[in-house]
């Protein structure tokens, strides 16, 4: 008898109203986290509910381009791609300047993504910053560690190389990506904007979005 119960016991799962029950709390637990990410970017895109009538400075993309076609990896291996998605934990946005070679217009774009990642005071470590050079001038090789000690460095993917999205030739015309949380391109500017207009784009993302 007591072996009968025992084995009772062991098989019984979940009831259906726990089944749904969990459902329910995975469904609110996903839309509390990436619901204000999701209307963030609905609401950048269209201006719908935006009292502001803000409309973007930087060059967007329509459509976006995930962030796994750039064929880029971090110096250890890893790919970008695998720090973006919905299973990430407060992921970050990213900023990514990218040139060929990298000269005088190049750094200033270095200088200028630093600067605004700064200037957004409290949220500034939701944004985070790399380079994607094809070749560095040995004079800032040497000022590397110094000046943008918290750039990362990030390289084409063995045996691959950087698959740029359309109207993007960083070879010819130095470009800051921007990357949002959930790992899309999603706009870029170039030595025509001004830190003030990246600024502003990025304090109007993160005041939309409530994580990234």
Known sequence: MANRISDQEHNEGPTPEQVRRGRRTAFLLFALGFGPMIVATIMFYTGWLNPAGHTNNGVLLQPVAPVSTLNLETAS?????ERFGPEKIDPDWLMIVAAGQCGSQCEELLYLARQVNIALGKNANRVSRAAA????????????????SSMERLVPAAGARPDWPAGINPEAEPRILLVDPFGNVMMHYGSEHTGKDMLEDLKHLLKLSQIG
Request: glycine letters at 10%; charged letters at 15%; hydrophobic letters at 35%.
């Open 77 to 81: 291996g890893t790919p970008l791609a």
């Open 133 to 148: 050079l094809g070749s560095v001038p040995s004079d800032l090789q040497a000022r590397w560690s110094s000046e943008y």
